[in-house]
């Protein structure tokens, strides 16, 4: 019982002599996929079109990661560097969540795969605002992905004094040991809009004005960078009738901060208190919680179209529905999938075994 009350107190634990970072996401129940550890492509300086996968890096040196470059004969250099490297992952994993988990960088970066950005922490100069102690982890739409082909990840680093680079932690691109059996994968393209409306949940909005937002990812890596405050997705699905005699729960992952959701214009939930915005948008770290609401029957039209509305209020930091899995699953999956989080068996059985 020691043992135990110490792995959730504590962030760091020392375990058969190895340091292990309890807030690192790689440790919540997931499975590596493409180990990412190892030899990359390196260059100091900056280019944006170093993050093209057409770019032709042959001449760069080569260092390994995760290690900072100071240990990679870059001794005492402080400013901005590029790391890539080529990967492959196969088809059999096209219809998974999958992640991208980074450990840490010192002190900025943005991350690209196949020229698109997938993520970033901290911001670059001249707003300068270090990351060095964020673990990273970066959900990957699946249409950035070429699977069964070559792909490219390039990494933007802004170091500002001491160690830099890609210093810690087990790289790679890893999707859940116990995957959600989904009824329907909602990943993938929604509409998106800034901006408060209630009107915005109603069935028969017309949205296609709206821009399109990659879910599961946080907004902030769309061209919203410092945007705080109130934003709105929607989207469209078919619910089979073969579905009828099932019990239906729209997963939505996790979403910072707060949530308002709607199902064909009626509420079927929430997570946090909206009357409280906009002074108190922490709201004892809703942001964390998994989001999972029942859809009434008598509010699904079977065979038909369905529109799904999320009111979402980001208070700091990173904004939206940031990470997986998002979908709809029956009652009997969820249950399982709740449970397994909840109790963090697979955390506890990933550090010390049966």
């Not at 969540?97 to 840490?104: D, E, K």
């Not at 949205?207 to 989207?235: E, F, Q, T």
């Not at 469209?236 to 009738?241: D, E, F, L, M």
């Amino acid at each position: 019982m020691i043992i135990i009350a110490y792995l959730f107190i504590a962030s760091t634990l020392i375990y058969e002599g190895c340091e292990i970072n309890l807030d690192d996401p790689a440790l919540q129940a997931q499975d590596r996929v493409v180990n990412l550890e190892g030899s990359w492509k390196f260059s100091i300086g900056d280019d944006s079109i170093w993050a093209s996968p057409k770019y032709n890096d042959s001449n760069w040196e080569e260092v390994n990661a995760p290690s900072s470059w100071e240990n990679e004969g870059y001794h005492g250099y402080n400013g901005y560097a590029w790391y890539r490297k080529h990967f492959t992952i196969r088809s059999k994993y096209k219809n998974q969540t999958l992640n991208l988990h980074f450990g840490r960088v010192d002190d900025v970066d943005e991350v690209y795969i196949n020229g698109k950005l997938v993520g970033f922490s901290g911001s670059f100069p001249p707003q300068y605002e270090t990351a060095y102690n964020v673990w990273r982890s970066y959900p990957i739409p699946k249409s950035f992905l070429k699977y069964d082909g070559d792909n490219v990840i390039a990494v933007r680093v802004y170091d500002s004094e001491q160690a830099g680079g890609i210093t810690q932690g087990d790289l790679g691109i890893y999707t859940y040991s116990f995957p959600v059996q989904k009824e329907i994968d909602l990943e993938g393209e929604w509409k998106f809009t800034t901006g408060d409306d209630l009107s915005w949940s109603k069935i028969d909005l017309n949205d296609k004005n709206w821009s399109n937002m990659i879910v599961p990812g946080n907004w902030n890596s769309k061209n919203l960078r410092s945007y705080d405050g109130y934003a709105w997705y929607r989207k469209k699905i078919n619910i089979p009738s073969k579905l009828k005699d099932k019990k239906l729960i729209l997963l939505l992952g996790k979403i910072d901060d707060l949530d308002q959701t709607f199902f064909n214009g009626k509420q079927i939930g929430n997570t946090g208190n909206f009357d409280l915005l906009p002074e108190d948008y922490n709201q004892n770290g809703k942001y964390q919680e998994l989001r999972g609401y029942y859809i009434p029957q008598n509010l699904i039209r079977y065979d038909s179209e369905n529109v799904i509305a999320v009111r979402v209020y980001d208070g700091y930091n990173i904004g939206g529905i940031y990470e997986g899995p998002v979908g709809i699953i029956n009652q009997e999956s969820y249950s399982k999938y709740w449970n397994r989080v909840k109790k963090g068996k697979d955390v506890f059985e990933k550090l010390f075994g049966d």
